[in-house]
């Protein structure tokens, strides 16, 4: 069994972040596995500006903000395991992991960070009745699809739910030439931040419908319909009150929930404020900690984060 100072889980920028801090802080046998092909986490696909302004007072791409923490960690004796799934860990700090270059492997270390990022909500957590068709894709699939597979998910758009991620799939299918038909909110005011609401829907004439919410997809073999309704303060569906759009795409964009399966299955509590998970030398950070909006806090906390993992470490894997 291979043993470590420090296995990171996630290569995405808290990971990164994580690393190169317990690096600095003197470890040196350090490992970041990650599932994907290349590291980056969710920024690769996040081709708009935006990110960077606290942390390197400049405002870069996603994918060149997680650049700059790659090409940091280039500079040290950093390991990473790509195309490798963190399948199960311990308690006592064992990572069970498949990839190419590992196969089955367990490791151990002597702390372990978990960076494995967030997971959208589907349409199974809003209920949304219908028909089951071909073009109902999360804000993040169809952002992936667009930005990085180069395919379009469809031409005639409605997106439910206002967070930051719907929004910016609106300015980036009106760019790829589709047609934001709407974009759908429950709430009575919008859920992202307001200069997304003014960058990427007022500045392209995309109808935002507050307080309202769509009751039914239609659709044989792909989306031909929704129905839209209007609710009241208590998020009921006022009978009556709304109206039908013709589209061949619905984007869910109703919510991120923290990535923690692996530690729920070890009875690793991951509390939402803490970067200490209930077990000592097991930390959390980024959106596995709690969903954070900008990716410069995100670099914060996985510093502390690396360098907590790191005195861990140091003093042999004791509290
Ligand atoms: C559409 C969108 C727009 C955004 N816009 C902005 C913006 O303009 N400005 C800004 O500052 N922030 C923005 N953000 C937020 C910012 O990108 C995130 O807060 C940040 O990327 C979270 O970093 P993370 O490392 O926690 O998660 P992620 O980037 O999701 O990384 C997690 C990594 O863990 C890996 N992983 C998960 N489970 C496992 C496992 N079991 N085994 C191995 N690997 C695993 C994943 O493959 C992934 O690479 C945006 C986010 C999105 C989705």
């Known amino acids: 069994m291979s043993l470590y100072d420090l296995i990171v889980i996630g290569g995405g920028p808290a990971g990164l972040a994580a690393a190169h801090s317990a690096w600095q802080n003197g470890l040196r046998k350090i490992l970041v596995v990650e599932r994907d092909k290349e ?3 969710i920024l690769n696909q996040c081709i708009h500006t935006g990110f960077g302004l606290d942390y390197f ?8 903000y997680a ?32 990839g190419k270059k590992l196969g089955y492997a367990v490791l151990s270390a002597k702390s372990l960070v978990l960076a494995m990022g967030c997971r959208e909500r589907a349409r199974g957590a809003v209920g ?19 930005n990085i597979e180069g395919q379009m998910p469809g031409r005639r758009v409605v997106i439910l739910g206002s967070g930051d991620v719907g929004l910016i799939m609106a300015r980036r299918m009106t760019l790829e030439g589709a047609a934001v038909l709407a974009c759908v909110e429950i ?15 007022r500045d392209y004439d995309i109808p935002l419908y507050l307080s309202h919410t769509i009751t039914e997809i239609r659709g044989d073999k792909r989306v031909e319909q929704v129905a839209v309704s209007k609710v ?6 006022i009978p009556g009150a709304g109206f039908t759009v013709d589209c061949d795409a619905v984007l869910l964009s109703v919510g991120l929930i923290p990535e923690n399966e692996l530690a729920n299955a070890a009875g ?25 909006d900008l990716v410069d806090h995100v670099t914060a906390e996985s510093e ?16």
Do not use: W
């Not at 709430?187 to 829907?201: E, F, H, I, S, T």
């Open 39 to 41: 590291l980056g986490g």
């Open 57 to 64: 007072k400049e405002e870069l791409t996603g994918p060149e």
């Open 67 to 98: 650049g700059r923490f790659i090409k940091r960690l280039r500079g040290t004796g950093i390991e990473t395991a790509l195309g490798t799934m963190a399948l199960k860990i311990t308690q006592n700090r064992e990572v069970h992991a498949v």
């Open 128 to 146: 949304i009745p219908g028909t089951r068709p071909a073009g109902i894709f999360t804000a993040g699939t169809a952002q992936r699809y667009v």
């Open 187 to 201: 709430l009575p005011k919008p859920g992202g931040l307001a200069r997304n609401v003014v960058q990427c829907l």
């Open 232 to 237: 009241d303060k208590d998020r009921r569906v």
């Open 268 to 292: 690793i509590v991951i509390n939402g404020k803490s970067i200490a998970t209930s077990v000592p030398g097991i930390f959390a950070c980024g959106n596995t900690l709690h969903v954070h």
């Open 304 to 319: 502390r984060a690396g360098k907590a993992a790191a005195a861990y470490a140091l003093r042999g894997g004791t509290p």
